[in-house]
């Protein structure tokens, strides 16, 4: 959530800078609720004050002649009216300032100076690339039919089971899944400095508030219905981030909030339509190994390049070629400040996509959980910093391995770093 003394100071810049990202940002209306608000506050505070001088009109009215119970009772009808008049000033003052909330939990945070300006996805920048682009001395075929003639890729049984958008995995397939899991929280564990945590797949909605998935998303998360208050996690950022919802932090102890987390992750998918209808690229329930950070604000900048070079290492160990990609002012999601793409190309669509996310949030969800540090140099609490990216998501490197490691006889040659994981074996065969 933005800084309403941020906004107060300025809400047409506000307005201009969410403008970048193509948000309509009320600045008109903010100032009228602000407004009156604060006129709330000052007529209550007159009237606070009469009160207190009625308070004193017993004794006057008694030195004057009027008679005890009579100066009462005259007093107290005064206080009576101020009494009702409070009230509801208190009432509205209350009716304002849930306007004001309801404004600023629908208004998206601002981007950082460096994100570029852009309309749509095409205008995302590139700013690296890595491996080599396979070539094929053969037809080309999609993860689909590669995994179902390896006898590893169901999606009768799961839609049978479940539904669409959902996918069974057998033998081979399923034991590299779990391989690429371990690789991954092995890496960032080992290597990069992670604590692994394991956290629940269902939260309550002042998580999914805390980081930003409500309001404005809830028709994308799968709600229980038992209990309207519990959602299915979209990601273990919910769950991680939310960690530190109404905590300080001490400085100290900052290094140790750096997890890793591998989860389930479960979307309607309710914005994408027709996307994707084949395999496993956009799926109901799919799985991530989530990175999550908590910094003080003049380190998140760094831990940005840093989170999304711990996610790089798994698509450099796998030999994967991808692309890092940062995204336009219109295509960051709604809660972060600056966003990077990889993306890792699949042979059979002859294009790169999105693997892994990884953003800086600022202090926007900070704010929203009450995520404090305390600041060594004034001893005072103040805002988090909060960033995560995927490490990867575990169902699209599957298949990025399957289609960038095809043989022309059905096979699939299984990464080098794979293997130890997976008993030696060294290539899927076809059954």
């Known amino acids: 959530m933005l800084d309403i003394k941020l906004v107060r100071k300025d ?18 209306g903010f ?23 009625a308070s004193k009109k017993i004794g006057e009215l008694v030195k004057e002649g009027v008679p005890v119970e009579e100066a009462k009772a005259t007093v107290n009808e005064t206080l009576d009216k101020i009494a009702a008049q409070l009230d509801q000033l208190t009432q509205e003052a209350r009716q304002v300032q849930s306007e004001l909330d309801e404004l600023l939990m629908a208004t998206p945070n601002v981007l950082a100076e460096e994100v570029p300006e852009g309309a749509d996805e095409d205008d995302n920048q590139e700013v690296s690339q890595w491996g080599e682009v396979p070539t094929f001395d053969f037809e080309v075929k999609d993860h689909v039919d590669i995994g179902e003639e390896l006898g590893g890729l169901d999606f009768e049984s799961a839609s049978k089971i479940t539904g669409s958008r959902f996918a069974v995995l057998h033998a081979d397939l399923a034991h590299m899944h779990r391989a690429l899991i371990q690789l991954m929280l092995n890496t960032h564990t080992q290597e990069h400095g992670y604590s692994e945590i394991n956290v629940p797949y269902i939260v309550n909605a002042d998580s999914l508030r805390g980081t930003s998935q409500l309001p404005k998303f809830e028709e994308d998360l799968f709600k229980l219905r038992h209990d309207a208050d519990l959602y299915l996690i979209p990601t273990a950022e919910v769950p991680v981030t939310n960690l530190v919802r109404d905590s300080i932090i001490e400085a100290d102890d900052l290094p140790n909030y750096r997890f890793t987390c591998h989860s389930p992750c479960f979307r309607s998918e309710a914005g994408s339509y027709g996307k994707d209808t084949r395999g496993m690229i956009r799926q109901h329930q799919f ?34 070629p991808y692309r890092k990609v940062i995204l336009f002012a219109g295509d ?24 892994s996310s990884c953003s800086n949030y600022g202090d926007y969800q900070a704010r929203r959980m009450m995520a404090r540090w305390r600041n060594p140099e004034t001893g005072k609490p103040e805002l988090l910093h909060t960033l995560n990216g995927s490490g990867l998501a575990v169902g699209r490197t599957l298949v990025a391995i399957l289609e960038n490691y095809q043989r022309a006889d059905g096979s699939v040659d299984i990464p080098v770093a794979l293997q130890a994981y997976m008993g030696g074996k060294t290539r899927l065969e076809p059954r």
């Open 11 to 28: 809400p047409e810049e506000i307005a201009r800078q969410l403008a970048r990202r193509g948000h309509n940002f009320d600045a008109a």
């Open 31 to 53: 100032a009228a609720l602000d407004a009156r608000r604060k006129q709330a506050d000052m007529d209550s505070q007159s009237l606070q004050a009469e009160r207190k001088s």
């Open 287 to 320: 799985e991530k190994v989530e990175l999550v950070q908590m910094v003080a604000p003049q380190q998140s900048d760094a831990a940005l390049e840093e989170l999304t070079g711990h996610a790089e290492v798994i698509l450099q160990r796998l030999e994967l």
């Open 332 to 355: 960051v999601g709604f809660g972060a400040r600056k966003t990077y793409d990889l993306e890792v190309w699949l042979p059979a669509q002859d294009t790169y996509r999105e693997i």
